[in-house]
């Protein structure tokens, strides 16, 4: 994919943002000033009537908290072709999707070269920060990255995911030359047309340059955990591949076989090598550094709704350090990872005070008469204090919340380091009962220490609301590893139960006012069949999020769940 590393200049990167950070505050307020004198003739603007003034306070004053929904009608129009300056000063050139995994719909989102431009400088600090802890020369990387489909708009602009947004950028090559070690695969297999031939690709291209591979990525943990349970099932037809220079029949798109003829050549010992490799593991412990011995670190996003995939990942990393990578959403970048050797449970992110502008809604329980407080700056916040995050961004987007829940783990200098807590929106709730996307997983993960004796590990998970019937109910859905014991499940069923300690459905529990829970064990293969789903309506694997409650509209996801269903068992832990 990169054609030859340029030198990259570590510590001139580091001191930078260390003297943007010692002067967040007056880098927030002319980062401000530049976004709103770039777009100042933008329609949505002028209609607030804040008349071209670019202070904090007037900003603060004239432009009202939204959320997408908010935005809908003037993103219709951009996509219709309306070329005019409706949220932005110059026309956007692109429209990005996000996956849907999380609201169960894709957004349709502004994206421009601003946007571009942060994302290569968020790129650009979490490398400098992670190559002066684990150096890199150069060598290669094996690099699940995938590029979904390009479409048209009404109007003529094109839109896909924000990745491949950025994947199919003019510069994007040439800014990445300094910052990242060759990929193993071409271009042709990341942009292949079917994921699972990519996928197979990008497997052998990291094996035929296992020597030369210093680090092994994808976007999010999920993918990565994907790939290596990918390659426990075609190891051998992979070792076939190398040993004979052909590769293999089922691998059908024109572009990648062309691609892959050219690096492709018979290599019988190579083939013996990963061959002992791979029959010598056990339960595939440490699978990755075995295969790459010159491996550092595996690199991803491994926060929020992706630590319930470590224990996987750490299994087949063996020893190598996991570091997460940066943190960010559709609608744009926000913080850099500037803490590679913290483990992924503990990441914390330095936020970059010139990529956008940044407030914060404090959330705490002691908030009287049900009235939101005011959001707070950048360098207001308080450690040890939640908050929602609200975005302005180069892209259009002005005091737009993004529903995510932060809490404010110290300060690099004088901007604040979030860690992610979970998404704001994403609750379990039926009356007074409040259970986040966090609370669900800590709830699994008690569940899924019963399972332990049984050998079995819960694959994946997902929730539901039940109000078909009076009290309703959670459902919580487990994918498994195995069979496990009808005695173990039910005790499982009734671990989930109580591990959601939230005062609210204790209470309702106990009064019967919510019904007892319900686990329904899935058939394996349940949330590859979820995945498709989601690709099938344009999703990127790059994105793919396993969304972690499925309301009563997102119908053909829940058809697709309660179909699978094998099992179902009611909690008794309140009789």
Not at 395 to 407: M, S, T
Not at 420 to 440: A, G, H, P, W, Y
């Amino acid at each position: 994919m990169l054609e030859k590393m340029e030198k990259f200049d570590t510590m001139k990167v580091i001191n930078e943002f260390e003297e943007l950070t010692k002067n967040a505050e007056q880098v927030q307020r002319d980062t401000l000033r530049r976004i709103l004198e770039e777009n100042a003739e933008a329609e949505y603007l002028q209609e607030l009537g804040i008349n071209a003034r670019t202070d904090v306070e007037t900003f603060k004053q004239c432009v009202p908290l939204v959320t997408h929904k908010d935005l809908e009608h003037y993103m219709q129009r951009i996509m219709d072709g309306d070329n005019s300056p409706i949220l932005t000063g110059k026309p956007l050139p692109n429209i990005s999707l996000s996956s849907g995994t999380t609201q169960g719909k894709p957004k349709f989102l502004p994206f421009n070269d601003e946007l571009f431009e942060n994302t290569m400088q968020i790129y650009q600090t979490s490398f400098a920060y992670r190559n002066r802890e684990f150096p890199i020369g150069n060598g290669k990387g094996l690099l699940f990255i995938y590029s979904s489909k390009h479409f048209k708009t009404k109007g003529g602009l094109s839109a896909g995911t924000a990745t491949t947004n950025v994947f199919r950028h003019p510069q994007f090559r040439t800014s990445m030359k300094t910052i990242q070690s060759q990929s193993c695969s071409p271009d042709e297999v990341i942009f292949g047309s079917d994921f699972h031939q990519s996928l197979y690709c990008h497997l052998l291209c990291g094996l035929l340059h296992l020597e030369e591979v210093q680090f092994v990525s994808s976007t999010f943990a999920h993918s990565l955990v994907q790939a290596f349970q990918t390659f426990e099932l075609v190891w051998e037809d992979l070792c076939s591949d190398i040993r004979d220079g052909v590769l293999n029949e089922s691998i059908t798109d024109p572009n990648i076989r062309a691609a892959m003829a050219r690096i492709l050549k018979p290599n019988p010992q190579l083939a013996d090598t990963i061959h002992g490799i791979c029959s010598g593991l056990s339960k595939w412990y440490g699978l990755i550094p075995k295969l790459f011995p010159n491996a550092k670190y595996v690199y991803g996003i491994m926060t929020g709704s992706m630590e319930p995939y470590l224990k996987q990942l750490r299994r087949y990393a063996g020893w190598l350090p996991l570091v997460c990578a940066d943190y960010g959403a559709s609608e744009g970048w926000i913080a850099a990872n500037v803490n590679p050797r913290s483990p992924p449970e503990s990441a914390t992110f330095a936020v970059l005070p010139n990529i956008g502008y940044f407030e914060f809604i404090p959330l705490r329980d002691d908030i009287i008469g049900g009235f939101e407080p005011k959001p707070v700056g950048l360098t207001e916040v308080k450690i040890g204090e939640e908050y929602e995050i609200i975005v302005t961004t180069f892209a259009g987007l002005y005091r737009y919340r993004l529903g995510d829940r932060v809490k404010i783990m110290g300060f690099h200098n004088k901007t604040p380091e979030l860690k992610f807590v979970c998404r704001q929106n994403l609750m379990l709730s039926i009356n007074i009962d409040k259970n986040t996307e966090k609370d669900l997983q800590i709830a699994v993960e008690e569940a899924s220490k019963l399972l332990v004796s049984e050998k079995i590990e819960v694959i994946d998970f997902t929730s539901h609301i039940d109000k078909s019937k009076d009290p309703a109910h959670y459902v919580i859905f487990l994918e498994l590893s195995g069979d496990a014991d009808e005695n173990v499940l039910k005790e499982c069923c009734n671990a989930l139960d109580r591990a959601f300690v939230d005062p609210g459905y204790m209470g309702s529990r106990k009064i019967r006012t919510i019904g007892p829970l319900e686990l329904r064990v899935l058939r394996k293969g349940t949330f590859h069949k979820i995945l498709l789903h989601y690709l099938s309506m344009g999703a990127a694997v790059s994105q793919f999020k396993t969304p972690r409650f499925v309301g009563i509209n997102n119908k053909a996801l829940l058809q697709i769940i309660c179909s699978n269903v094998v099992k179902s068992y009611f909690s008794t832990a309140f009789e």
